[in-house]
């Protein structure tokens, strides 16, 4: 993802993903439109007249939740201590860039004029948006069924002055907000608050950038994947486009058109009658993990689309409660805040991400595996016989990281439980489901650059036995990623550099111009 680019936005633009992960990141800002004022006022004006025509709308006239039926007519604080009743959050605090998606998706949704937010409000909102104030939000707390009223509630408390924040670089406390005073603090009142903390915005949020990611990951798997089939002498014949028609998955037929397209050249084997060193003791088919790369990665690259298209029209949606339609001077109330969408997308993205770890370690282990990788030194040790040991602590690192992100993997969608009085008696568990996704990357990251190391150091080491050079895709990686990790000409620890390489492999992925499988 380019950053810095300061390119602009509108609330009014249907915002595709690299869009969302762009605003998160600071390299695009939002313009406000008189239009989007002008649709806030207009819902606002609509609000007024029901309330002066005596028409009950829920959390303005009423309580909130199963106390719907109390009259809260007269009560002027409500508003204000909806935020407090649900500031309950609890547990680490969410990437401030996450916090800004969150607070940019609430902006974009107020302004299409459905959600009857005060104007002063919004203007006040837009203000700390384009200043960059973020409020800590607690992670856990949310059931994501009437959208993310607990995430939410902590962003709208730091908003009115009353939470920790981070600001110009800076983390504060709530007690600094007078001292420092970045804006006026919102006064929540009207419908104001409720307005705000319905809705999907941080589930959303936060799955979007798991989305972004994954693809990223999934993109560098395929690349693996193709250098990983060179280095064992892989029968292109299997990733042929004329079978792929016969299977038309799109994720098949993409993922074979660039596997074969790229295999023409380098220590590929186009016929197994005719093997040469090192590949003499190969076996006549390759095994599924190279044979059936086009199935298994095709599989993920149609299931992460499928996401991708769930997550865009949650983005571009209106999902609080209740809602005001202008022209017809009309207020509807309904359920839109319900993230059940976003939480199975999230719970099918958070598998997506176990499978590309199987994968991976499944990978690492045969390159690794004497037995296995067809002439290749047992570890990729180099050195004298007893002097080395390579990459042996490395994989049974890699090993545990598997293991560890398949006992994470559960789908939340299911772990629905009755709350609220039973008035929430169905939830989405989106928002858990969402936190699982960003613990689980943190667990793959780590697995998918253990295994870069072993598959440049596995090219590295057939470099040395065949007297030609691999693929120019496998050799353009291999440019590229051996500036960033040294030969292991000699037994190092490790840990140092898996650690850096997991801070940036996103970027360092990004950055690989020829990454595969768009």
Same mark, same amino acid.
């Given at each position: 993802?380019?950053?810095?680019?300061?390119?602009?936005?509108?609330?009014?633009? #249907?915002?595709?993903?690299?869009?969302?992960?762009?605003?998160?990141?600071?390299?695009?800002?939002?313009?406000?439109?008189?239009?989007?004022?002008? @649709?806030?006022?207009?819902?606002?004006?609509?609000?007024?007249?029901?309330?002066?025509?005596?028409?009950?709308?829920?959390?303005?006239?009423?309580?909130?939740?199963?106390?719907?039926?109390?009259?809260?007519?007269?009560?002027?604080?409500?508003?204000?201590?909806?935020?407090? #009743?649900?500031?309950?959050?609890?547990?680490?605090?969410?990437?401030?860039?996450?916090?800004?998606?969150?607070?940019?998706?609430?902006?974009?949704?107020?302004?299409?004029?459905?959600?009857?937010?005060?104007?002063?409000?919004?203007?006040?909102?837009?203000?700390?948006?384009? /200043?960059?104030?973020? &409020?800590?939000?607690?992670?856990?707390?949310?059931?994501?069924?009437?959208?993310?009223?607990?995430?939410?509630? *902590?962003?709208?408390?730091?908003?009115?002055?009353?939470? %920790?924040?981070?600001?110009?670089?800076?983390?504060?406390?709530? +007690? %600094?907000?007078?001292?420092? *005073?970045?804006?006026?603090?919102?006064?929540? +009142?009207?419908? %104001?608050?409720?307005?705000?903390?319905?809705?999907?915005?941080? /589930?959303?949020?936060?799955?979007?950038?798991?989305?972004?990611?994954?693809?990223? =990951?999934?993109?560098?798997?395929?690349?693996?994947?193709?250098?990983?089939?060179?280095?064992?002498?892989?029968?292109?014949?299997?990733?042929?486009?004329?079978?792929?028609?016969?299977?038309?998955?799109?994720?098949?037929?993409?993922?074979?058109?660039?596997?074969?397209?790229?295999?023409?050249?380098?220590?590929?084997?186009?016929?197994?009658?005719?093997?040469? #060193?090192?590949?003499?003791? @190969?076996? &006549?088919?390759? &095994?599924? +993990?190279?044979?059936?790369?086009?199935?298994?990665? !095709?599989?993920?690259?149609?299931? =992460?689309?499928?996401?991708?298209?769930?997550?865009?029209?949650?983005?571009?949606?209106?999902?609080?409660?209740?809602?005001?339609?202008?022209?017809?001077?009309?207020?509807?109330?309904? !359920?839109?805040?319900?993230?059940?969408?976003?939480?199975?997308?999230?719970?099918? =993205?958070?598998?997506? /991400?176990?499978?590309?770890?199987?994968?991976?370690?499944?990978?690492?282990?045969?390159?690794?595996?004497?037995?296995?990788?067809?002439?290749?030194?047992?570890?990729?040790?180099?050195?004298?016989?007893?002097?080395?040991?390579?990459?042996?602590?490395?994989?049974?690192?890699?090993?545990?990281?598997?293991?560890?992100?398949?006992?994470?993997?559960?789908?939340?969608?299911?772990?629905?439980?009755?709350?609220?009085?039973?008035?929430?008696?169905?939830?989405?568990?989106?928002?858990?489901?969402?936190?699982?996704?960003?613990?689980? =990357?943190?667990?793959?990251?780590?697995?998918?650059?253990?295994?870069?190391?072993?598959?440049?150091?596995?090219?590295?080491?057939?470099?040395?036995?065949?007297?030609?050079?691999?693929?120019?895709?496998?050799?353009?990686?291999?440019?590229?990623?051996?500036?960033?990790?040294? &030969?292991?000409?000699?037994?190092?620890?490790?840990?140092?550099?898996?650690?850096?390489?997991?801070?940036?492999?996103?970027?360092?992925?990004?950055?690989?111009? *020829?990454?595969?499988?768009?």
């Amino acid at each position: 993802m380019t950053r810095g680019t300061n390119s602009k936005l509108h609330f009014s633009d #249907h915002w595709s993903l690299a869009d969302f992960i762009a605003i998160g990141n600071q390299a695009k800002n939002i313009d406000v439109n008189r239009s989007d004022f002008e @649709k806030v006022n207009l819902a606002y004006e609509t609000l007024k007249a029901l309330i002066e025509k005596g028409k009950w709308i829920y959390g303005v006239s009423s309580g909130f939740g199963p106390l719907a039926s109390e009259d809260a007519s007269a009560n002027l604080q409500r508003q204000e201590r909806l935020i407090y #009743h649900l500031a309950t959050g609890v547990g680490p605090k969410l990437k401030p860039e996450i916090t800004r998606m969150i607070l940019a998706l609430r902006l974009k949704q107020l302004a299409q004029g459905y959600s009857g937010i005060n104007p002063e409000s919004f203007k006040t909102l837009v203000q700390a948006f384009q /200043m960059n104030f973020l &409020p800590e939000i607690p992670a856990l707390g949310s059931v994501g069924a009437s959208g993310d009223l607990t995430p939410l509630a *902590h962003l709208a408390l730091g908003l009115a002055g009353q939470a %920790d924040f981070q600001w110009k670089g800076k983390t504060y406390l709530a +007690s %600094d907000f007078d001292k420092t *005073h970045p804006f006026s603090a919102i006064k929540w +009142s009207n419908k %104001d608050a409720l307005a705000f903390v319905n809705g999907t915005a941080a /589930m959303t949020s936060i799955v979007a950038r798991n989305l972004y990611e994954t693809l990223v =990951l999934f993109r560098l798997s395929s690349q693996l994947a193709f250098s990983y089939g060179e280095c064992l002498g892989a029968y292109p014949e299997a990733w042929h486009p004329k079978l792929a028609q016969l299977h038309p998955q799109k994720g098949h037929i993409a993922v074979s058109n660039w596997l074969y397209q790229q295999s023409k050249e380098g220590w590929f084997q186009h016929n197994p009658m005719e093997l040469e #060193h090192p590949f003499e003791a @190969k076996w &006549p088919q390759d &095994p599924y +993990s190279i044979r059936c790369i086009p199935q298994l990665l !095709g599989a993920v690259k149609d299931q =992460l689309q499928q996401i991708q298209d769930c997550i865009t029209i949650e983005m571009n949606s209106i999902s609080d409660n209740p809602n005001f339609f202008s022209i017809d001077k009309q207020v509807y109330h309904g !359920g839109n805040f319900n993230g059940q969408h976003v939480s199975f997308s999230s719970d099918q =993205l958070n598998l997506q /991400m176990a499978y590309l770890g199987i994968y991976a370690e499944k990978r690492i282990s045969t390159l690794c595996d004497s037995k296995l990788n067809l002439g290749l030194p047992a570890f990729l040790k180099s050195g004298n016989e007893g002097e080395n040991s390579g990459f042996m602590g490395a994989q049974v690192t890699a090993t545990a990281l598997c293991a560890e992100l398949k006992s994470l993997y559960q789908p939340l969608s299911l772990q629905s439980l009755s709350t609220n009085g039973q008035n929430q008696d169905m939830v989405s568990m989106g928002t858990a489901s969402a936190w699982r996704g960003q613990q689980m =990357l943190n667990i793959l990251k780590p697995l998918i650059s253990i295994e870069c190391m072993v598959n440049i150091e596995a090219l590295r080491h057939r470099l040395k036995q065949i007297n030609r050079q691999p693929s120019a895709q496998s050799l353009d990686w291999l440019t590229y990623f051996g500036s960033h990790f040294s &030969p292991l000409q000699e037994d190092r620890a490790l840990s140092p550099e898996i650690e850096h390489l997991t801070e940036h492999i996103i970027s360092i992925a990004e950055q690989f111009e *020829h990454l595969p499988c768009k």
